[in-house]
């Protein structure tokens, strides 16, 4: 987001109105400023900046009420560019840290740990993916005849997950000719990931060849999914929240934590950054979003393991805190991973 160029005042003004609407959901008027803030100036003055920051399009204003509330833009603009240092006090990390201590060094342990604690973290709903492989790799296959043209491919991957597929033949294949063609696969592409089939498979033809490509997309779909396990909580404490008093913006945040597709489609986003991304009503690309924020990160380890982490609620939501608490947890799972898979 560019930067308006605004004033320092009118961005303290936007700062004050966004952290007072964040504490009590109540639009923030000039008056209750200029008695809270010492800004050195009247509270006609920030009438004005208010006017001219609602002109921006940063906040707005309810039709019963003289106070403003931020808008989307205005939640951006205060991420991008007015949000204080975002680290969890150093007594409340060593706590957390703690509480990763005691508990069991397993992975199905810590994910419910990590959503447990930034739900409490954040007043916030969390929620954690399972861990998957960046490069699956193939373990062993069978091509299994079914019927006279139908065939079963079973794939198993490194990771044990276990993928079959119907394939339908143009002539029927005898189970003999079926086991060679396994054979022959198993030999040449067991352990191999996708970088390495390509160049395997140009010495196949026939069956072997269209099995082999079946493989190579079963491994591209594999690392282009989320974990199996979705971990939540504290998503009944978000539905208290103000904003979710109606239908609609329940569904919406009811929506992130069960529908996998737009989970999917979240996953993909944030796997290609490094640090904590904000996700404030979609931006734009998820329209089911409106009024929810994400604060999101991913975890694991570099090109081998990952999984994704994150918060969610109301836009009005704590930003620095969350961010922090997602960083910070983000940070204790990547020590696990690494670890568990080096």
Request: hydrophobic share 40%.
């Amino acid at each position: 987001m560019k930067d308006l160029q605004l004033s320092q005042r009118r961005k303290q003004v936007l700062r004050v109105v966004i952290q007072e609407y964040v504490k009590s959901a109540q639009p923030v008027g000039s008056k209750s400023i200029a008695q809270k803030y010492d800004m050195g100036v009247s509270a006609s003055t920030i009438r004005n900046d208010l006017a001219a920051l609602e002109k921006a399009g940063l906040l707005t204003h309810p039709h019963t009420s003289a106070g403003r509330i931020p808008t989307d833009e205005g939640y951006r603009y205060f991420v991008t560019h007015l949000m204080a240092h975002t680290d969890l006090p150093s007594r409340e990390r060593q706590m957390i840290r703690h509480q990763f201590h005691q508990a069991r060094r397993e992975i199905d342990q810590w994910l419910r740990l990590s959503t447990a604690v930034l739900a409490k973290a954040s007043a916030g709903a969390a929620l954690a993916t399972s861990p998957r492989s960046m490069s699956s790799r193939v373990k062993h296959l069978e091509l299994i005849g079914i019927q006279d043209t139908v065939v079963l491919l079973v794939l198993v991957l490194a990771t044990g997950a276990l993928k079959q597929q119907l394939i339908t033949l143009e002539q029927p294949i005898f189970q003999e000719e079926l086991s060679r063609a396994s054979n022959q696969l198993n030999e040449e592409i067991s352990g191999a990931n996708i970088a390495d089939l390509p160049e395997k498979l140009e010495g196949f033809n026939g069956l072997a060849r269209e099995v082999g490509e079946l493989v190579l997309n079963t491994l591209r779909q594999s690392k282009e999914q989320i974990g199996e396990r979705v971990y939540r909580h504290g998503l009944a404490q978000v539905l208290a929240e103000p904003e979710f008093a109606d239908g609609p913006q329940v569904r919406r945040i009811v929506q992130v934590f069960e529908q996998r597709s737009l989970l999917q489609e979240i996953y993909h986003d944030v796997m290609e950054l490094n640090d904590v991304q904000v996700m404030i009503a979609g931006e734009g690309r998820f329209g089911d979003m409106q009024d929810i924020s994400l604060v999101l990160s991913r975890y694991g380890v570099p090109d081998r393991v990952s999984g994704l982490l994150g918060v969610v609620g109301p836009m009005r939501m704590p930003y620095g805190r969350t961010i922090g608490a997602v960083r910070y947890v983000a940070t204790l799972l990547d020590e696990l991973m690494h670890q568990i898979y080096g």
